[in-house]
C-alpha cells in the first residue's frame, strides 16, 4: 500500500516498502539493507508433535480485519485485497 506524509519509520523510508515480484525479494534479501532490516526477528521454532493431529504439517491462514476502513487515500492507489477465501483456515 502507498505510504502518504512524511514521518515513517526508517525501515521504509529509503525504498519501496513493497516488492513488485517475488524475484525482487530474493534479490533484496542479498543486500545489507536487508540484514538490517530483519534484525529483530527470532528464529522460527516448529512446535512438536501434537496428539490427534495429523502428522504430515500443513500451514493454517488467518485473516484479521480490523474493520477500520480508509485504507486507499486515493481511488487509484493501491488497495489491499484478498482473494483467496478458499485458502483461509479463520477470519476474524
Not at 45 to 57: A, C, N, T
Request: glycine share 8%; net charge negative.
Amino acid at each position: 500500500m502507498p505510504l502518504r506524509g512524511p514521518d515513517h519509520a526508517s525501515i521504509v523510508t529509503g525504498e519501496a516498502p513493497y516488492f513488485k515480484s517475488l524475484a525482487e525479494l530474493d534479490d533484496w534479501i542479498l543486500t545489507p539493507a536487508s540484514y538490517k532490516a530483519l534484525d529483530g526477528l527470532l528464529k522460527y521454532i516448529s512446535r512438536g508433535k501434537v496428539h490427534g493431529l495429523p502428522e504430515e504439517p500443513r500451514g493454517q491462514l488467518l485473516i484479521c480485519h480490523d474493520y477500520k476502513g480508509g485504507y486507499t487515500e486515493k481511488p487509484s492507489a493501491l488497495a489491499y485485497t484478498f482473494n483467496y477465501w478458499s485458502l483461509c483456515s479463520t477470519f476474524i
